[in-house]
C-alpha cells in the first residue's frame, strides 16, 4: 500500500507483535469534510443518502366518514337490511366453525394431506364463506380469467386490499396459506387456518421465515397438497398501490399464478387501511351492494436459466399485478390488520376441497354470509388454475371481505398468526383449513411456515395455499411491498386481484374502524366487487431465482393489473404507523419510510426501527413531524458544544435546524452497520474500563469523554450516566454499554477522541477483515 494514499476510512497501520493499528488519514481536500463528519473514524460517509419522502399513503381508506344526505339516507333504510344479514354472518359462522371442528376430530397428522373425506366435510365451510361474502354485500363476484391448473402454478399470489380476498380464494381454491404463528390461538381462527393446512410463520424469526420457505416448497412440489396462496405485499393496502412483495413464494421458484383484486366503488372505498375493522363492515353491511372484481393474470415463469434469484421473480410477478390492478407498486405491511383477516380467512377457510359432499349445505350458506355485507352479486374475471398447476394463490388485500370470498370460491390453506388459534370461532375454523402458522417476529417461526407452504403446495393432497403477501390491507390504490413466505418454495403462483368499485362509500379497511366500515356496508344498496384471475406466474426454470425476484415480478403482475403504483412501503411502516398513532401525533403518515427499502439498503430491522421511533418520539416533535435541535440534545443527554452540533449536523441532512424521523432513522442506522461499529464500541468499554474491572463507574465515564465534551458538571455527567446505566445499579456494565449504544449509536462519536488518540487499537482479526 502506497504510503501517501488518501483514506476515507480505517485502514491498517504499521504492525506491531502485540496488537494491530487502524490509522486514519485524510487527504487535504477532505479534511474539512472530516472536521464536520463526527463518524469519520468509523469509515462513515458524511452524506448518506436521505431519499425523499414518498407522497403515497397506500393504507388510507378514501371513505373513513360517512358523508353526504344520500349516504345517510341509504344508512338509515339498509339498518333493518343490515340486521338481517349480521344474523346471516353469525349463523353461517357457527355452522362453518362447527363442521370445520367435526372435520378435524381425531385428525393429529398435520405433516400429510388432509383426508379426502375431511375435505369433504369442510365444504360445508367453504358454502358458508361464500354467504358471509354475500352477507357483506357481495352478492355476486365479477372474475376474468381462470386459476391455471394446480401442476401447473402451485403458487398463487395476489394483492391485499381488505379482509375480503382471503375469505374470496378460501371459497375459490381452497389452498394452503401462510400465516403468523400467532393465529393459531385465535378463537375460531385458529381451528380454520390448521383445516387449511397453514404454513406459520413468525416474519421476524430468520429460522421461522426459513421453515416457511422450506414448507411452501414441499407442498407447492406435491400434487397430494392444494395450491399455496400468498399475499406477498404482507398487509392490506387500499388498492391504489403495490407495496413491496415478501419473498417466500418467490425462492422455491416455481410457476406463479398473480391473481388481482379489485374493489370497484364511488361512495364506498373498501379497503382495509387506516378504518377500524367494526367501522369497515359496518359500512359494508349498510351497502346495497359491494363490487369486487378477481382477475386470474398469466403465469409467471422462472427464468428457464434457473440463475433469476427469489428477489427477481418477486419482482416479475409484482410488476404484471401492478399492470393488470392499474395500481402503483408499494412497499406496506399489516399487524394491527391481521387478526381480521385472518377471521375472515378462518371464514374463507373452511372452504375445503376435500369436504365438498358433507359440507356442501355449509358452502351453500357461505353465500348469503355475502348477503349482510350487500355483496349480492361479485364479479369475477378469468378462473382460478388447478390445483395442480398453481397450488400457491396470492390476492391484493384492501378489505376484510376477501378473505370471506376467497374462503368460499377456493377454500384454501391459509397461513395465519398463531394468535388466531385461541380465538373463539376463529380458530377452529382457520384449523379446518390447515392453516400454516407464523409469528412474524420469529426467525424460526417464519422458516417453519415457508416449509410447510412448501410441503403442502407440493401435495395434491391438501388444499391450494392463499396469502395477501402485501400483509395488511390497503386502500386499493397501491400495492405496497410483498412479504417472500408464497414465493421462496418457488412454485407457480396464480395471482389474484380484487377490487371494491364504488362511488360515495369507500369499502377499503384503512383509516377506519371496523364497526363503521361495517355499519356503512350494512347500509348500502349494494356493495360492489370484483374479482380477477390473473395468468400464473412461474419461477423460472433453472430454478436459480432468488424469491425476492420471484416476489418482485409477482408483485408487478399484479400492480400493473391494478394499475396502481408500487412503492417500497411494508409491513415495518404499518407498524412506525401504529406506534406513531399510539402516540398521538397529528400526522402519523409521515412516520412511514418505506421500510422496504431501508431493510434492503441498510438491513436494518423492523423493531429496530420502531425502537428508533421510540426514541425519536421522546424528542417530542412538533405537528410537522420535526425535531429542534436543544430537544435532540436532551434525549441523548448533551449539552451544547462542538460534538453535538456536528452529530447533529450529520443526521440533518436539509441544514435547517430541524430533523425528520427520517433523516434521524437513517442516520442512526448507518452509523449502526457500519461494519466497525461494534468493535469500536468494545474498544470504548475497554479504554473507560481501564483497570478490567468489567464495569465502568461515573468518574471513568467523565475522564473517557472529556476529550469530546469538555468542562461537564456534575449533573450533566449524572444524566449521560444515567443513560448508560441500563439497570439502575450506579456502574456501568459491559452489557450496558454496548446496549445504550445499539440504541443510540450516533452517542460513539464521544468516544472517538479517545479512539483515535490511544491509535484505534482493536483486535488483529477485525483489522484483517478490513483489509480484505
Known amino acids: ?19 494491530v493499528s487502524l490509522d486514519v488519514s485524510y487527504s487535504h481536500d477532505e479534511q474539512s469534510k472530516h472536521q464536520l463528519n463526527p463518524f469519520a473514524f468509523l469509515g462513515a460517509d458524511h452524506e448518506f443518502e436521505v431519499p425523499e419522502s414518498s407522497t403515497i399513503d397506500p393504507f388510507r381508506n378514501h371513505t373513513p366518514r360517512v358523508e353526504g344526505l344520500y349516504e345517510w339516507l341509504k344508512i338509515v333504510v339498509c339498518l333493518p337490511i343490515a340486521l338481517a344479514r349480521l344474523l346471516l354472518f353469525g349463523l353461517c359462522l357457527v355452522v362453518g366453525y362447527v363442521a370445520t371442528v367435526f372435520a378435524l376430530h381425531g385428525w393429529t397428522d398435520k405433516q400429510n394431506p388432509m383426508p379426502k373425506w375431511r375435505c369433504r366435510v369442510l365444504w360445508v365451510t367453504r358454502y358458508c364463506s361464500r354467504f358471509i361474502l354475500f352477507s357483506f354485500g357481495y352478492h355476486w363476484i365479477k372474475q376474468k380469467g381462470k386459476p391455471a391448473p394446480r401442476e401447473i402454478a402451485p403458487i398463487v399470489v395476489s394483492n391485499h386490499v381488505s379482509y375480503v380476498e382471503p375469505i374470496f380464494f378460501f371459497y375459490e381454491l381452497f389452498p394452503t396459506i401462510v400465516a403468523s404463528e400467532a393465529h393459531d390461538s385465535m378463537p375460531f381462527v385458529g381451528t380454520i387456518i390448521r383445516a387449511m393446512q397453514v404454513i406459520y410463520v413468525d416474519r421476524f424469526s430468520q429460522s421461522s421465515r426459513k421453515h416457511a420457505v422450506n414448507e411452501i416448497k414441499r407442498k407447492a412440489s406435491s400434487d397430494q397438497f392444494p395450491r399455496v396462496l400468498l399475499f406477498p405485499e404482507g398487509t392490506t393496502t387500499n388498492g391504489r398501490v403495490l407495496i413491496s412483495f415478501q419473498l417466500g413464494a418467490f425462492i422455491p421458484g416455481y410457476p406463479i399464478q398473480p391473481v388481482i383484486v379489485r374493489y370497484p366503488h364511488v361512495h364506498f ?34 427464468h428457464e436459466n434457473r440463475k433469476e434469484n427469489a428477489v427477481h421473480f418477486a419482482q416479475r410477478v409484482s410488476q404484471a399485478t401492478r ?18 383477516h385472518y377471521l375472515l380467512f378462518m371464514l374463507m377457510v373452511f372452504n375445503n376441497n376435500c369436504f365438498l359432499k358433507l359440507l356442501m349445505p355449509c358452502f351453500i350458506n357461505s353465500t348469503p354470509l355475502n348477503s349482510p355485507y350487500i355483496y349480492h352479486w361479485i364479479k369475477q374475471k378469468g378462473k382460478p388454475a388447478p390445483r395442480e398447476i398453481a397450488p400457491i394463490v396470492v390476492s391484493n388485500h384492501v378489505s376484510y371481505v376477501e378473505p370471506i370470498f376467497f374462503f368460499y370460491e377456493l377454500f384454501p390453506t391459509i397461513v395465519a398468526s398463531e394468535a388466531h388459534d385461541s380465538m373463539p370461532f376463529v380458530g377452529t375454523i382457520i384449523r379446518a383449513m390447515q392453516v400454516i402458522y407464523v409469528d412474524r417476529f420469529s426467525q424460526s417461526s417464519r422458516k417453519h411456515a415457508v416449509n410447510e407452504i412448501k410441503r403442502k403446495a407440493s401435495s395434491d393432497q391438501f388444499p391450494r395455499v392463499l396469502l395477501f403477501p402485501e400483509g395488511t390491507t390497503t386502500n386499493g390504490r397501491v400495492l405496497i411491498s410483498f412479504q417472500l413466505g408464497a414465493f421462496i418454495p418457488g412454485y407457480p403462483i396464480q395471482p389474484v386481484i380484487v377490487r371494491y368499485p364504488h362511488v360515495h362509500f369507500d369499502q377499503s379497511w384503512g383509516n377506519i374502524s371496523l364497526a363503521k366500515l361495517m355499519f356503512r356496508m350494512f347500509t348500502q344498496f349494494h356493495n360492489f366487487m370484483e374479482v380477477e384471475y390473473l395468468p400464473l406466474v412461474l419461477p423460472h426454470e433453472n430454478r436459480k431465482e432468488n424469491a425476492v425476484r420471484f416476489a418482485q415480478r409477482t408483485s408487478r403482475v399484479i400492480a400493473s393489473s391494478l394499475n396502481v403504483v408500487q412503492t417500497s412501503h411494508s409491513y415495518g411502516d404499518l407498524m412506525l404507523l401504529t406506534k406513531a398513532l399510539e402516540f398521538k401525533q397529528e400526522k402519523p403518515s409521515q412516520y412511514m419510510v418505506e ?67 427520517k433523516q434521524f432513522l437513517l442516520g442512526s442506522a448507518h452509523i449502526l452497520k457500519q461494519p466497525l461499529f461494534q468493535h469500536a464500541c468494545e474498544l470504548a468499554f475497554s479504554i473507560c474500563d481501564s483497570d478490567e474491572k468489567n464495569y465502568i463507574l461515573k468518574q471513568e465515564l ?43 449509536p450516533l452517542l460513539i462519536a464521544i468516544f472517538s477522541p479517545r479512539l483515535l488518540h490511544r491509535g484505534s487499537s482493536i483486535a488483529e482479526d477485525i483489522v484483517v477483515e478490513e483489509v480484505a
Open 1 to 19: 500500500m502506497a504510503s501517501d494514499q488518501s483514506l476515507t476510512t480505517p485502514l491498517l497501520s504499521t504492525p506491531t507483535p502485540s496488537h
Open 269 to 302: 372505498d373498501q379497503s382495509w387501511g387506516n378504518i377500524s375493522l367494526a367501522k369497515l363492515m359496518f359500512r359494508m353491511f349498510t351497502q346495497f351492494h359491494n363490487f369486487m372484481e378477481v382477475e386470474y393474470l398469466p403465469l409467471v415463469l422462472p
Open 323 to 340: 399492470m393488470t390492478t392499474e395500481t402503483n407498486l408499494c412497499f406496506l405491511n399489516l399487524h394491527a390488520k391481521i387478526f381480521f
Open 595 to 661: 421500510m422496504a427499502w431501508v431493510e434492503s439498503s441498510l438491513h436494518l430491522r423492523n423493531l429496530e426501527a420502531v425502537d428508533f421511533l421510540d426514541v425519536f418520539l421522546s424528542m417530542n416533535p412538533d405537528s410537522s413531524g420535526r425535531v429542534e435541535f436543544r430537544d435532540f440534545l436532551r434525549v441523548l443527554r448533551l449539552k451544547p458544544c462542538g460534538l453535538s452540533e456536528k452529530i447533529f449536523g450529520f443526521v440533518d441532512a436539509q441544514k435547517i435546524g430541524k430533523i425528520t424521523f
Open 702 to 744: 467523565q475522564d473517557s469523554i472529556t476529550l469530546a465534551i469538555p468542562y461537564l458538571n456534575d449533573e450533566e455527567i449524572q444524566r449521560l450516566f444515567s443513560l448508560f446505566d441500563m439497570d439502575e445499579d450506579g456502574r456501568i456494565s459491559k452489557d450496558d454499554f454496548l446496549t445504550c449504544l445499539q440504541k443510540h
